[in-house]
């Protein structure tokens, strides 16, 4: 019993230790829920190991939050006044946005319609952030230099730190001795896919009616010296790219994809030295560029697994481009077309084509 009071002891000194002044706990959650916001939305982008620095980064600032979140609630105990209730509420977001990133991590899943839990936690994230501001707008103190000075602070601040790298590195150990659902995720956090069929997802609202191959022409143009068209039937070629295929919406897939190299149809219309990007244009008006070393690498496919390409993944032509996101791997391509600069409005496009 005694024991137990001291061993409670110490972990009560060592919290006390290790807790930040009220100011900067208030503050630093501000930041890290802006910086989770941020690398969550530039996690959507990377494909590539290189980058997987991103999600290690938003693992242990997500982490470290729990820690400063649980400083701030030990802290508020107060009445109830008219600002209480956003506050609950951005308490109550926050703590899903954690907890279902950590459920995802570990193999968890539910689903409601389209819905999975990273799509969960994606929506909490983005909720959160403007919840977090009006919130301190209601109640934030202005930091005061002495809140942020000191070598007490500095050390109470990297011990947070690395206790959620610490906590991070924990999770990926217990994931990999349970060898739960989660523990064959890629570094993107995707879960695999096996066989030949595998989910239709499009961004947003893409959804054409299915395409009639006799008016459907691809049009090869842009900075070229000879702009063409083709029919399906002169796509319908032998190049072969085994791809993996990584969703956004939390799942990857490995296929064997059929068609033309983009470098062969460039070659054909012998494109412009002043072209650095090509830009894959869908019937829906989505669309997204590849710099032009990318583009000649990736292949426009009419097949996958032996398989004609389906209406829902893109038929007749869909962007194979390897290390690229999935949303990227534009459907129901209908132009190829060399340009000079990458398209800014691409982002937008994404958001809202298929909208009536
Ligand atoms: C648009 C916003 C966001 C996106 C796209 C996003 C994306 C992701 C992804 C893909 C994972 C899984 C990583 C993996 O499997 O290792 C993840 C995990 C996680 N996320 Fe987010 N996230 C977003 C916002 C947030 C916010 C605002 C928070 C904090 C409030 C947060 C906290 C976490 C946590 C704690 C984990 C689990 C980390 C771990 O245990 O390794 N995320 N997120």
């Known amino acids: 019993m005694d024991r137990d009071r001291g061993r409670g002891g110490a972990i009560g000194r060592a919290v006390r230790r290790f807790e930040p002044r009220p100011r900067l706990v208030d503050w ?63 308490t ?5 946005a954690l907890g279902s990133g950590v459920f ?21 994230g983005l909720l959160l952030l403007p919840l977090v501001l009006v919130h301190a707008a209601t109640r934030a103190r202005p930091p005061r230099r002495v809140d942020f000075r000191g070598r007490r602070t500095a ?3 990297a011990g947070l730190l690395v206790g959620g790298a610490l906590v991070w590195r ?21 879960k695999p896919v096996e066989g030949a069929s595998f989910p239709v997802t499009s961004w947003v609202a893409d959804d054409p009616d299915p395409i009639d191959p006799d008016k459907w022409r691809l049009r090869v143009g842009g900075l070229v010296d000879e702009p063409y068209e083709l029919a399906p039937e002169d ?24 068609g033309v190299l983009v470098g062969d149809l460039l070659d054909r219309a012998g494109a412009d030295p002043a072209g650095a990007w090509v830009r894959f244009v869908s019937v829906t008006g989505y669309r997204w560029s590849l710099p032009l070393d990318e583009a000649r690498d990736a292949l426009l496919a ?13 038929a007749p032509l869909r962007l194979v ?23 800014p409005a691409q982002w937008f496009v994404t958001l809202v084509s298929g909208f009536d």
């Open 28 to 90: 630093s959650i501000l930041l890290l829920v802006a910086f989770e916001l941020g690398s969550g939305l530039l996690s959507l982008t990377v494909g590539r190991p290189g980058g997987s620095a991103v999600f290690l980064l938003h693992g242990v600032a997500g982490l470290t939050l729990v820690f400063l979140l649980f400083y701030k609630l030990r802290r508020v105990r107060r009445l109830w006044d008219r600002a209480t209730g956003l506050s609950v509420l951005t």
């Open 92 to 96: 109550a977001v926050a703590l899903a």
């Open 104 to 124: 995802w991590v570990f193999g968890g899943d539910v689903r409601i319609l389209y819905w999975n839990a990273l799509s969960a936690h994606v929506l909490f």
């Open 155 to 157: 050390l109470q601040y």
């Open 170 to 190: 924990a999770q990926q150990g217990v994931n990999r001795l349970l060898d739960t659902a989660g523990a064959d995720r890629r570094f993107t956090g995707s």
């Open 235 to 258: 796509l319908d070629g032998a190049d072969e790219l085994r791809a993996l295929l990584d969703c956004t919406s939390g799942w990857y897939t490995v296929q064997d994809w059929r």
């Open 302 to 314: 009419t097949r996958v697994g032996g398989e004609p390409l389906s209406h829902g993944h893109g």
């Open 321 to 343: 481009a390897p290390g690229r996101r999935g949303f990227q791997w534009v459907k129901w391509v209908e132009a190829v077309e060399v340009r000079d600069r990458r398209d």
